[in-house]
């Protein structure tokens, strides 16, 4: 039985064949920022409702990386106007390891903490791989992730599948660069998005974004958090690990 991150579960295929093809690997999550994990000095998120109009939609990230999807990252400008510029707070970056000028790692770090708490929901498409940090920050941070993947491959990558809903946390939508090889593709999506998750969907809709956000902080405190609760994560990987034994008999 082998635990890594997803990132890594295709050089495993060529490494450990015979241990991938027969199933016998369990996703662990990755490492959050220490400043929407640990660092008792951040403030916690304000309900859905109270959160900053236009950061509605939040993405931080570099919009120019070629990853899995390829360029498809860049249609997230598109994607913005469509949803609404008062709406959305998207943004090309990236924290370089030593950052210069007026701002530090540290301060940049935090900086994008604090943003995603005060946003509602945050894109989180596919990078190196379907998931990313991205996906376990927004939980933390009480932003409902919008995951760009396709859900039929994110239900193999995604951690504690026994253990977590993740329909309870996270939207799935169609991967990026499904969307951009259809022309009408992005103002389609952005349509979609709109009339579920809007500002302006319904006071209903409104109501499941506030349990899917609470639920969220609840899953990343007590299954993800590496400096918080770092026998939730080892508790879970574990548990994983036996359910997977158990399916293919080696436990009665």
């Not at 579960?9 to 996703?27: K, Q």
């Not at 994110?154 to 504690?160: A, K, R, S």
């Not at 599948?161 to 999506?189: H, K, Q, R, Y």
């Amino acid at each position: 039985m082998v635990l890594t991150v997803e990132r890594y579960l295709e050089a495993l295929s060529g490494l450990m064949p015979n241990t991938y093809a027969n199933d016998r690997v369990v996703i662990i999550p990755y490492v959050s920022s220490t400043f929407l994990d640990a660092d008792p000095g951040t403030r916690e998120a304000a309900p859905i409702r109270a959160r900053n109009a236009s950061k509605w939609w939040f993405f931080r990230g570099n919009m120019q990386r070629y990853g899995i999807t390829g360029h498809a990252r860049l249609s997230l400008r598109a994607l913005a106007e469509h949803l609404g510029q008062g709406r959305c707070d998207f943004v090309s970056a990236f924290v370089p390891k030593r950052a210069t000028g007026r701002h530090t790692r540290r301060s940049l770090l935090v900086e994008t903490a604090d943003e995603m708490r005060d946003a509602a929901l945050c894109l989180c498409p596919a990078g190196d791989s379907p998931t990313s940090l991205r996906l376990f920050e927004s939980l933390a941070a009480g932003c409902v992730p919008v995951v760009s993947s396709d859900k039929m491959h994110m239900t193999h990558v995604l951690p504690f599948p026994n253990l977590i809903d993740w329909d309870e946390v996270a939207f799935f939508t169609e991967a990026l660069n499904d969307v951009t090889s259809c022309g009408a593709g992005v103002f389609e999506m952005a349509d979609t998005l709109n009339r579920t998750m809007g500002r302006e969907a319904g006071e209903e809709q409104v109501a499941r974004l506030e349990r899917m956000s609470r639920r969220g902080v609840e899953v990343f405190q007590k299954h993800f958090s590496y400096f918080r609760n770092p026998r939730g994560v080892a508790d879970g990987a574990l548990y994983e690990a036996y359910t997977l034994m158990k399916e293919k008999g080696i436990y009665a």
